[in-house]
């Protein structure tokens, strides 16, 4: 690897908005995210689908059949 170019390595701190700490490495001492692994709906398990107007029900009704992939 050529010496000089590449940007230095250092220890960071990711801090979430609901107050999760991460440390890790970047090039950057300090990031800033709105949502972490600790606070996601799918990690968390709280993720609900919003249903309006039976939209999904409908969806779930259309393709209730297909296959993809197969040979037709």
């Known amino acids: 690897m050529k010496k000089k170019i590449?940007?230095?390595y250092i220890d960071c701190e990711i801090?979430?908005?609901?107050g999760n700490v991460?440390?890790?490495?970047?090039?950057?001492?300090?990031?800033s995210v709105?949502?972490?692994s600790n606070c996601h709906p799918f990690y968390t398990g709280q993720q609900k689908i919003i249903d309006t107007a039976g939209r999904v029900e409908r969806f779930r009704k259309r393709y209730d059949g297909v296959k993809y992939g197969g040979k037709k």
């Open 6 to 8: 590449h940007p230095k």
């Open 15 to 18: 801090t979430c908005l609901c």
């Open 22 to 31: 991460i440390e890790t490495k970047s090039t950057r001492p300090k990031l």
């Open 34 to 36: 709105e949502i972490c």
